[in-house]
């Protein structure tokens, strides 16, 4: 007697929640499971939804044989408010390095956050000798991420351009503007370079320099022509050498006879009306010259016809007698004795 064959058995199926699933990720570009070292779009990369735990599904809303992309329930946020961004994200990472541990998945960390002091799996930031989650890694002052951006170190902590040069960089003293670049120390004050100019011009200081007075800087010509003392003679100002006389200053070669223009021999001079003069036009100036000789009268004069005379000029104009008896006649501005006037005009 023949048996029949047995019929094959169908295999069972298995239908329900715990049924194992394909494998799925998600479609952001760019997006791998490296030990949590690369992100897409700005953002941590998650885990893909294959099964956890033997395939079973977690209550409370999760993929079946997978978990949540917020983590899992036990990290959610507490009641009473939404969750802070960090607190948020630092569960999360959290949460994907507890499961993927237990997946084999090894997670090497980085280093430690110099902020958060948590370690770090995914972009890093190295700056000033540590490492830093790229988000904690912000400026001091404004509190923005500074990211790829340069920045500026002080006192152990860092601060963007901005903040930096604002809150530390010297002041120009013209403008009030933080110097960035080349800085003009003069005056006990910094300046910029463009700033740092004449007070009376505006001109910029040569090789020659500048000079201060009253706290402002000048060029040497405005300096001189402002401040310098000025010479009696030609009134310019006084550079170098000068002569101090009749409570004045003059150049040397403007220190002369202010009739002749003569220099003065061994520094002698005469004083009228508060210029200098030689002694000729001195006594011309003062009217005692003799008129008889045209030199200074420094002894006894005689004064007639308006004019001064030393007594040995004073003589006739015809015999040349001296008049010194002071009596005379007087013809066409000549002074004659008794006789000769009355033998020429008698």
């Given at each position: 007697m023949h048996r029949a064959p047995p019929l094959p058995l169908p295999r069972p199926t298995l239908r329900g929640p715990w049924a194992a699933r394909p494998m799925r990720t998600r479609s952001s570009p760019r997006c791998r499971i490296q030990g949590l070292e690369q992100r897409a779009g700005g953002e941590p990369c998650w885990a893909p939804d294959w099964p956890l735990n033997g395939g079973q599904s977690s209550p409370g809303g999760q993929d079946e044989g997978g978990f949540m992309a917020q983590g899992k329930t036990g990290s959610s946020s507490p009641p009473g408010g939404p969750p802070k961004p960090g607190?948020?994200?630092?569960s999360m990472l959290g949460s994907l390095q507890?499961?993927?541990?237990?997946?084999?998945?090894?997670?090497?960390?980085?280093?430690?956050?110099?902020?958060?002091?948590?370690?770090i799996a995914g972009q890093v930031v190295t700056a000033m000798g540590k490492t830093w989650h790229p988000e904690h890694f912000v400026c001091t002052h404004c509190q923005e991420e500074i990211g790829s951006r340069n920045?500026?170190?002080r006192d152990g902590q860092p601060y963007c351009e901005k903040d930096y040069h604002s809150l530390f960089s010297p002041r120009c003293y013209y403008c009030n503007g933080p110097i960035l670049d080349?800085?003009?120390?003069?005056?006990?004050?910094?300046?910029?370079?463009?700033?740092?100019f004449c007070a009376q011009c505006g001109a910029f200081f040569g090789p020659e320099g500048f000079h201060e007075k009253d706290g402002k800087a000048y060029c040497r010509k405005d300096y001189f022509?402002?401040?310098?003392?000025?010479?009696?003679?030609?009134?310019?100002a006084i550079l170098?050498?000068?002569?101090?006389?009749?409570?004045?200053?003059?150049?040397?070669?403007?220190?002369?006879?202010?009739?002749?223009f003569t220099p003065f021999i061994n520094g002698s001079f005469f004083e009228h009306d508060g210029q200098p003069y030689c002694e000729v036009h001195y006594h011309e100036r003062r009217g005692s010259l003799c008129s008889g000789c045209q030199k200074p009268i420094t002894g006894r004069?005689?004064?007639?016809?308006?004019?001064?005379?030393?007594?040995?000029?004073?003589?006739c104009a015809f015999c040349l007698k001296q008049l010194n008896k002071g009596t005379f006649k007087e013809q066409n501005d000549k002074p004659y004795c008794q006789n000769c006037f009355l033998k020429l005009f008698c």
């Open positions: 607190s948020q994200l630092d507890s499961d993927l541990n237990k997946l084999g998945v090894a997670t090497v960390a980085k280093g430690v956050c110099g902020a958060c002091k948590k370690p920045f500026f170190e080349k800085v003009v120390t003069a005056l006990d004050r910094t300046w910029h370079p463009e700033h740092f022509d402002m401040f310098a003392p000025k010479c009696g003679g030609c009134a310019r170098e050498n000068y002569i101090s006389a009749l409570n004045t200053l003059w150049h040397p070669e403007c220190f002369v006879c202010r009739e002749c004069c005689i004064t007639a016809m308006a004019k001064k005379f030393h007594p040995e000029h004073f003589v």
